[in-house]
Protein backbone atom coordinates (compact mmCIF):
# COMPACT_ATOMS: atom_id res chain seq x y z
CA UNK A 1 0.00 0.00 0.00
CA UNK A 2 1.29 3.70 -1.18
CA UNK A 3 1.30 6.10 1.59
CA UNK A 4 0.56 9.26 0.40
CA UNK A 5 1.22 13.04 2.48
CA UNK A 6 -1.68 15.12 2.75
CA UNK A 7 0.19 18.16 1.85
CA UNK A 8 1.04 16.63 -1.32
CA UNK A 9 -2.48 16.36 -1.83
CA UNK A 10 -3.37 20.07 -1.07
CA UNK A 11 -3.26 22.42 -3.77
CA UNK A 12 -1.79 25.10 -1.59
CA UNK A 13 1.67 24.95 -0.80
CA UNK A 14 2.15 24.64 2.70
CA UNK A 15 5.46 25.22 5.28
CA UNK A 16 5.48 21.33 5.73
CA UNK A 17 6.55 21.73 1.46
CA UNK A 18 9.73 23.71 2.37
CA UNK A 19 13.08 22.24 3.45
CA UNK A 20 14.41 23.98 7.26
CA UNK A 21 16.68 26.84 7.78
CA UNK A 22 19.49 24.62 8.30
CA UNK A 23 19.06 23.08 4.77
CA UNK A 24 18.65 26.68 3.12
CA UNK A 25 21.85 27.64 4.87
CA UNK A 26 23.98 25.14 3.08
CA UNK A 27 21.82 24.85 -0.29
CA UNK A 28 18.85 26.71 -2.78
CA UNK A 29 16.27 24.91 -2.93
CA UNK A 30 13.38 24.00 -5.99
CA UNK A 31 10.27 22.93 -6.07
CA UNK A 32 6.79 23.08 -7.98
CA UNK A 33 3.32 23.05 -6.96
CA UNK A 34 -0.31 24.19 -8.66
CA UNK A 35 1.58 24.95 -12.04
CA UNK A 36 4.36 27.46 -10.73
CA UNK A 37 8.50 26.28 -9.99
CA UNK A 38 10.04 28.12 -7.69
CA UNK A 39 13.90 28.89 -6.00
CA UNK A 40 14.50 29.43 -2.49
CA UNK A 41 18.15 30.84 -1.70
CA UNK A 42 20.21 32.17 0.82
CA UNK A 43 21.65 35.59 0.20
CA UNK A 44 24.52 37.77 2.27
CA UNK A 45 25.23 40.87 2.43
CA UNK A 46 28.72 42.60 2.49
CA UNK A 47 27.43 43.03 6.42
CA UNK A 48 27.19 39.16 7.21
CA UNK A 49 23.32 39.31 7.18
CA UNK A 50 21.33 36.34 5.69
CA UNK A 51 18.10 36.61 3.90
CA UNK A 52 16.34 34.38 1.52
CA UNK A 53 15.57 35.02 -1.83
CA UNK A 54 12.46 33.31 -3.66
CA UNK A 55 12.20 33.16 -6.89
CA UNK A 56 8.71 32.15 -8.70
CA UNK A 57 7.84 31.33 -12.43
CA UNK A 58 5.25 29.22 -14.73
CA UNK A 59 6.68 25.97 -15.89
CA UNK A 60 7.96 23.94 -17.27
CA UNK A 61 11.23 24.81 -18.07
CA UNK A 62 13.43 23.95 -14.55
CA UNK A 63 15.30 27.68 -12.79
CA UNK A 64 18.44 27.29 -15.30
CA UNK A 65 16.42 26.94 -18.38
CA UNK A 66 14.11 29.85 -17.48
CA UNK A 67 14.46 33.90 -18.76
CA UNK A 68 15.18 35.46 -15.52
CA UNK A 69 12.44 38.23 -17.08
CA UNK A 70 10.13 35.57 -16.90
CA UNK A 71 10.68 35.35 -13.25
CA UNK A 72 8.89 37.34 -10.06
CA UNK A 73 11.42 37.88 -6.84
CA UNK A 74 11.06 39.19 -3.86
CA UNK A 75 13.58 38.78 -0.89
CA UNK A 76 12.26 37.70 2.78
CA UNK A 77 14.33 37.17 6.57
CA UNK A 78 15.86 34.26 7.18
CA UNK A 79 13.87 32.97 9.60
CA UNK A 80 10.90 30.97 10.04
CA UNK A 81 8.69 33.66 9.75
CA UNK A 82 10.53 34.61 6.48
CA UNK A 83 9.96 31.13 5.09
CA UNK A 84 5.91 31.36 6.36
CA UNK A 85 6.06 34.62 4.85
CA UNK A 86 7.44 32.75 1.64
CA UNK A 87 4.54 30.00 1.65
CA UNK A 88 1.74 32.86 1.48
CA UNK A 89 3.71 34.57 -1.06
CA UNK A 90 3.87 31.51 -3.28
CA UNK A 91 0.61 30.64 -2.89
CA UNK A 92 -0.42 34.01 -4.03
CA UNK A 93 2.10 33.65 -7.24
CA UNK A 94 0.67 30.66 -8.24
CA UNK A 95 -2.47 32.54 -7.68
CA UNK A 96 -1.56 35.04 -10.23
CA UNK A 97 -1.52 38.26 -7.38
CA UNK A 98 2.24 38.21 -6.81
CA UNK A 99 3.52 41.85 -6.66
Not at 66 to 71: K, L, R, V, Y
Amino acid sequence: MTVIKESYLSKYIERSDLLPLSFLDMSPYTGSKRGIRFRIEKQTSEEGEKSLLCSCWRGPFAYGHTDSSEMTSRSFAFSEEGLSEIVSWLNACAGGEAS
